[in-house]
């Protein structure tokens, strides 16, 4: 009965267009196991306002931050949630779905973005099983096209949603996103199938697309989030607390997190599972790489010109951070 209902709510955010039809918040399910909070490893990950007690050059070690996390699709710059989302929660018990609800919401409020309201078509969707590789495997069988469309830059491939299927970890998570017209909000390339006019021609099977600004440094055509399928596995969440498990999901669910990325070095909610203690909720760290990410300019045509941004705001908060314990 999950994957039914799950696969409907696929079939009811694959548009055409990226953006769903009604962005409100949905309303939770129910089961699951309650988390627990667990003792941390002996481990001393460094925190923002610190890191000038590594020896490694703050640039270097910023920069080598956003380089492990950030995981865009091939060819493309790093993609972002354009302004509504909508939290939908399945399998868990009434009272920890709605603060995942809640928390993911909120976070996605403080960066700029709308929450949905009661009632919404959810277009982030998140499931707890006690089987998470069986449920993986059953929905992207079941609904496909929901996991690869097939355009252009929409999906990091066919590899990755393999070991989306077969993951091990605690949280695993596949997002897909559109490359779309900054100018008119439509989607900028072509999914299987899709066709205009008499389709008498390969011209009539792509997006038209008209260029009002176009330049070596900046591009028309950016990156947005449309989706994102989160699955949890009950056996191995006990190991956090619901406020560290609803973090960890608003960090997967709003930026392209690369599930490999090696962060130990860092005192960042995406260690949570492998030390607890680490960080009670979202850290200095992931609040100013969630920052950067949704100020960043996204009209810039250097693929990279994304992770200069969030460089700049991690080193903006710790320059803030260091100001502050200077006046205390």
């Not at 989706?227 to 949890?232: M, N």
């Not at 710790?318 to 006046?327: G, I, M, T, Y």
Request: overall charge negative.
């Amino acid at each position: 009965m999950i994957v039914l209902a799950v696969a409907a709510a696929l079939i009811a955010t694959s548009p055409a267009d990226p953006t769903p039809p009604s962005m409100q918040q949905a309303a939770p399910a129910q089961q699951a196991s309650p988390v627990q909070q667990q003792p941390a490893e002996d481990e001393t990950p460094v925190e923002l306002d610190d890191v000038e007690v590594t020896g490694t050059p703050l640039n270097s070690l910023i920069r080598n931050f956003v380089n492990e996390v950030a995981a865009p699709n091939r060819g493309r710059g790093l993609a972002r949630w354009d302004d509504r989302i909508c939290i939908g929660v399945a399998n868990l018990k009434t009272e920890p779905a709605q603060y995942i609800v809640d928390r993911v919401s909120t976070v996605a409020e403080d960066i700029g973005l709308t929450p949905g309201q009661p009632g919404c078509t959810p277009n982030v969707i998140i499931i707890a099983s006690d089987d998470p590789s069986a449920l993986a495997q059953a929905l992207t069988e079941e609904r496909k096209r929901a996991f690869r469309m097939g355009g252009t830059g929409m999906d990091r491939g066919g590899a990755a949603l393999r070991a989306f299927e077969t993951s091990q970890a605690p949280v695993r998570w596949w997002q897909v996103s559109m490359p779309t017209n900054a100018e008119t909000g439509e989607r900028a390339v072509r999914i299987p199938g899709d066709c205009q006019n008499a389709c008498t021609s390969p011209m009539d099977a792509a997006p038209i697309i008209d260029v009002f600004s176009a330049s070596r440094l900046s591009s028309q055509i950016i990156d947005t989030i449309f989706r994102t399928v989160v699955i949890l596995d009950v056996n191995q969440v006990d190991k956090v607390s619901v406020v560290q498990l609803a973090d960890y999901v608003a960090m997967v669910t709003l930026a392209q997190i690369d599930p490999q990325a090696e962060t130990r070095q860092y005192a960042s909610i995406l260690n949570v599972f492998e030390s607890p203690d680490v960080a009670a909720g979202l850290t200095d760290w992931d609040k100013a790489y969630l920052q950067g990410l949704y100020d960043a300019e996204r009209s810039r045509a250097n693929e990279r010109a994304g992770r200069t941004e969030i460089v700049s705001s991690i080193r903006a908060a710790h320059s803030e951070l260091q100001a502050q314990e200077a006046d205390d």
